[in-house]
């Protein structure tokens, strides 16, 4: 699909404001027609969606759609916590694709005042069993977080990470430290 043409029709939908016939096609087979009635949805007027409408969106290995559903999860307070378990699988797989880590990498950050979600990458960097993939990607979002100071177990975690084995991981979390001028506990 051209992408004025997604556009004009994304547009068009919301304009209409039709929830009723809209909500239907957040079912629909093909990830891309969910994802656009998501957008139309949380973007129209009379839209009303609802943790229950949204959260079984994330099911799907289809990366605009998972990109599209976190995004509106984002920005409704207090929905970050229904993705826990869902996050938790994908940084258990030990081969993170590149789409998935950017989808994660960018759920985080803008979620990252969020007490769970502050929980969910202390506890996962705390975990010796993981993955070298998921443990850089995590030590990524420290260093792009925006809040200052670091929440203290996140601070902590970057104090593990400077033993590491992994050279990559003690540097993300040196340059890190380094860029916040922060002192490490210990």
Do not use: C
């Amino acid at each position: 699909v051209d992408r004025f043409e997604e556009h004009a029709l994304l547009y068009a939908g919301i304009r209409i404001n039709d929830r009723p016939a809209t909500l239907p096609l957040l079912a629909a087979k093909r990830p891309g027609v969910r994802r656009a009635a998501l957008v139309v949805l949380d973007q129209m007027v009379d839209g009303r969606l609802t943790r229950d409408e949204v959260v079984p969106l994330l099911d799907t290995d289809d990366p605009d759609l998972q990109q599209a559903t976190l995004a509106v999860i984002g920005r409704h307070k207090g929905w970050a916590g229904q993705t826990r378990g869902l996050l938790d699988g994908w940084l258990s797989d030990k081969q993170i694709s590149v789409d998935r880590r950017s989808v994660i990498r960018g759920f985080l950050l803008a979620q990252q005042a969020d007490a769970d979600v502050q929980a969910l990458v202390a506890e996962r960097l705390n975990d010796p069993g993981l993955g070298i993939i998921a443990r850089r990607l995590l030590l990524d979002v420290l260093r792009r977080s925006s809040l200052s100071p670091l929440p203290a177990p996140w601070t902590t975690s970057l104090a593990t990470a400077l033993k590491h084995d992994d050279a990559a991981v003690r540097d993300i979390a040196v340059r890190t430290l380094a860029e916040r001028r922060q002192v490490v506990p210990g």
